[in-house]
């Protein structure tokens, strides 16, 4: 045990493996704390040291790649971002995220998020197949015209958005904001060309009209992306394009990449090396 | 498409149904802020006022955009609910169906006698 770990936290985590439990159940493990010392790191604890069958998911501890996703006392947390002492508590229940079926202990099912995900085709989507397939210069876009999606972009699809939803609760095939947000990030992406396939998908039921603007999403990111604001700019993309007024968008040319390259700035002289 | 159009009535009907309402409500029960302006409206849910206000055509105008609005205002709503907690599509059609069969019934029931007064 490393010094300045003083406190003990009992970790109160649900327990289901559907190939021997009925229902989920709680176990509790005492574990010591430090400064600084993350939720995930006392999940590895426990399985280093208290129970090895204790399964969760976890991969950069950085809050990257989007993996350690869990309820941390009722509310949606990456693992890896939650500092233990954040909670000012000394017991902490950790329960795998709502809205998707448990394949283990704390591991949900993520595929559903991920085809949902998929049917919005996210990426990009233009006319010009042959510049696609086979590219020979760049698409031209503008700071302020990537700002205007820019946000959406960070997206780690770690799903924690989808478990505070109160509309994926109550409906199971609403596609949720990560997949209305990314559907939001292409249709505004002026190198784009795939509105009309995207738009039909987000404007049909189960999609944006669900949403009840709760703003749960936007608040449980933790990325600090806003996806409830997203949906609601591709509501009014949608009665926009119902109207038949709003901008409409030309995609962005295509130029070829700059042949010639800056060159370095050059080491200040007091970094500069001796050479004497 | 067709959702994005049925959703912008939704919007539109509902500003309708707070202004219409507001009409009737000031009309019919705030006689007395008009009598505090020196207008007498002489009772207005008596039922000679009623029969009076049925027989112009402002009015029946009036009732019958505010019933129109509300009961697509509701019933759109009222899907919108019911769809959220029963996904399947055959149960969405079924309900869509009936909902707008309820919201067809309701609406000739409902403008019936005001356009019978109006018109006799």
Known sequence: MSEGRTKRITFRVQRYNPEQDGTPYFQEFIVPSGRGMTVLEGLIYIKENLDSSLTFRSSCRMSICGSCGMLINNYPHLACHSQIEEFHSDRLTIKPLPNQSIIKDLVPDLIPFFDKHKSIKPYLIRQDIEEMENPTAEFVQLPQELNTFLQFTYCIKCGLCLAACPTSASDKPFLGPQALAQCYRYCADNRDEGRGERLPIAGADHAVWHCHLAGACSEACPKGLDPALAIQLLKRRLISQALGFGKRQRPSSVVPPPTETKPKVPFPEFTAKETK | ?120
């Open chain 2, 1 to 120: 498409m067709g959702t994005a159009y049925l959703r912008l009535v939704q919007l539109v009907t509902g500003v309708l149904v707070a202004v219409l309402l507001s009409i009737h409500i000031v009309l019919t029960h705030l006689d007395a802020i008009f009598g505090f302006f020196g207008v007498d409206v002489a009772e207005p849910t008596a039922w000679a006022s009623m029969i009076e206000r049925a027989s112009q055509g402002v009015f029946v105008g009036l009732y019958v955009a505010l019933l129109a609005c509300g009961l697509y205002h509701a019933i759109y709503g009222l899907r919108n609910i019911i769809l959220e907690v029963t996904p399947s599509i055959k149960t969405g059609r079924i309900v869509t169906w009936a909902l707008i069969v309820i919201g067809v019934v309701v609406f000739i029931w409902g403008t019936y006698v005001p356009v019978a007064l109006f018109t006799s």
